[in-house]
């Protein structure tokens, strides 16, 4: 008879090996498919991890370009080495998926390479590369295949000129022109990047906002912010054709409400309109595993499919696209098989944009707390009032903390400012455990720091800030 495993999961993204790893600490024994080459999937391979290798980089060029000078640092010839900046980003990968092949084979995983395809319930078959197919007999199935881009209809992706994220981090020159296709995370991240390393990029979104779902303020002053930096933006806009016949890419625009259409020159386009979650191939239609109105696994409150012993985690499911959302489900998911109360608090997941200066948030925007008729209050602190930032010369941004006016208790943070994806966990810890603007601006913060903007903040939700 063949071996038996507790639990197989599909993909080893960070829902799905955390998962793993956290059903194997519960005593499971636990299997993994993953058709990649390396684990850590799109997040460690193609996302989270070479970007941030790369903005860092970028940042720290643009640093010694703009304000080593004013810090009193001469910087004679400064260039950008490319292919060294590509090469620090693909050790960086190489080193964080190679952590999680130890960490497999440390928690006793057995990983199975191949694509994975749910035959019925208890039964996942894996096809290798080379054709060859094993069956993997398992009490329950995680789905955890994570999400890949949107395209836009009619254009073709060639990840050479006309690319999705994926081509945007292995470009092998430095685009004269580029056009970013989407104002959202992806978009200003990329872009930042290559508009950092002497790119023109002009932005083309079809909302008449950046970063939809974000507070409307810290949306609009941050666009402000990026102007500065030599963005531009084409709000309200839609693209509808990209010719590639030239040397150069002539895209089509034209006002989303309709109108004159325009023709814009560029090297490069990046289209980075959304994600979408990735189910082919794996015989759900075949196992009657029922999909959501935009093709997301569709699961229970404990990450169950309508089918028994299937469930599903990360972006194949409903909720926001992010790494640290699916590492909790993973976590929650194998708690909940080994009969553990697994839960994810949805309220609290903060989310980061990592350009410079960082947008981080967590909990509800103005706009929402608006629409949900809460009686609430605003406490604001510029980061030009802050010490430590002016000696940093990283005065953009503010913070804004939004209190329900009755109870005091944060209901939802913003910051923009260097730092901020750091900086909003003392938020998210406070709102888990159900704090007062009042317990944060009572708690001693460090002087000189960034986060002394965030008790002002608080303070500002009470009789005033000191400092402002
Ligand atoms: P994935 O990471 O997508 O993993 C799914 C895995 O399943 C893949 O390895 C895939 O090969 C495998 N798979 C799919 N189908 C099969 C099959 N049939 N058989 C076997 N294997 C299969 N999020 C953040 O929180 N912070 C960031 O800074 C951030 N930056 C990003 C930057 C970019 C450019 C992109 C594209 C995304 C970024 N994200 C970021 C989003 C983040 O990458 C995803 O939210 C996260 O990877 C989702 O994890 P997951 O485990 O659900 O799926
Ligand atoms: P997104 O959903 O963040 O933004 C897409 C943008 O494209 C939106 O502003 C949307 O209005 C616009 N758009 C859609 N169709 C369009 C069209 N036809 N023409 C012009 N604009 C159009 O998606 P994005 O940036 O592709 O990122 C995908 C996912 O990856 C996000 O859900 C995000 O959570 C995740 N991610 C997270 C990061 C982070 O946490 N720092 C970094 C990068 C990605």
């Known amino acids: 008879m063949s071996e038996q495993f507790d639990l197989t999961i599909i993909g080893t993204g960070p829902g799905g090996y955390v998962g793993a790893i956290r059903a194997a600490q519960l005593g499971m024994k636990v299997a993994v498919v993953e058709k990649r080459a390396t684990h850590g999937g799109t997040c460690l391979n193609i996302g989270c991890i070479p970007s941030k290798a790369l903005l860092h980089a970028s940042e720290l060029y643009e640093e010694a370009g703009h304000n080593f000078a004013k810090l009193g640092i001469a910087v004679d010839g400064l260039n950008v080495d490319l292919p060294g900046m590509l090469k620090h980003k693909d050790e960086t990968v190489k080193s964080n998926t190679g952590g999680i092949e130890f960490l497999l084979k440390k928690n006793k995983i057995t990983a199975f390479h191949g694509l994975g395809k749910i035959e019925g319930p208890g039964k996942v ?10 069956t993997i007999d398992t009490k329950n199935i995680v789905i955890a295949t994570g999400s890949d881009s949107a395209n836009l209809p009619g254009i073709e992706i060639d990840e050479k000129r006309v690319v999705t994220s994926t081509g945007a981090l292995d470009l092998e020159t430095v685009p004269e022109k580029m056009i970013v296709v989407g104002a959202g995370v992806i978009g200003l991240e990329l872009g930042s990047v290559w508009s950092r390393l002497g790119s023109e990029v002009t932005v083309v979104e079809y909302l008449d906002r950046i970063l939809p779902g974000m507070d409307g303020e810290v949306a609009k002053n941050f666009q402000r912010t990026l102007k500065k ?23 089509s625009v034209e006002p989303a409400a309709g109108g004159d259409a325009e023709e814009l020159d560029a090297d490069v386009v990046l289209v980075a309109i959304g994600r979408t979650p990735y189910t082919e191939g794996l015989g759900l239609e075949e196992v009657g595993v029922e999909l959501d109105e935009r093709r997301r696994v569709k699961i229970d409150n404990h990450y169950k499919t309508n089918v028994d012993g299937i469930y599903a985690i990360g972006d194949v499911v409903v ?39 960082e947008v981080a948030s967590v909990g509800k925007t103005e706009e929402e707390v608006k629409d949900a008729g809460i009686d609430y209050k605003v406490g604001k602190f510029q980061m030009t009032a802050n010490g430590r930032a002016k000696a940093m010369l990283a005065t953009d941004g503010f913070v804004k903390i939004i209190a329900d006016k009755n109870t005091d208790r944060v209901l939802g943070a913003h910051i923009v400012g260097k730092g901020a994806g750091e900086m909003i966990h003392e938020l998210a810890v406070l709102m888990e455990f159900g704090g007062s603007a009042e317990d944060l601006a009572r708690t001693c913060h460090a002087h000189p720091t960034m986060s002394e903007a965030v008790r002002e903040a608080a303070l500002g939700c009470g009789d005033g800030t000191i400092h402002m």
């Not at 894996?126 to 054709?131: A, I, K, L």
């Open 319 to 357: 909720g926001p696209m992010l790494a640290h959302k699916a590492e909790d489900e993973g976590v929650a998911i194998a708690e909940i098989l080994a009969g553990q109360a697994g839960h994810v608090n949805y309220d609290v997941i903060p989310g980061v944009v990592y350009t410079s200066p």
């Open 229 to 251: 930096q030599g963005f531009k933006f084409k709000l309200s806009t839609k693209v509808t054709n990209v010719d590639t016949s030239g040397d150069s890419l002539k895209v």
């Open 125 to 134: 078959s894996v096809t290798s590369d080379e054709g060859e197919t094993q």
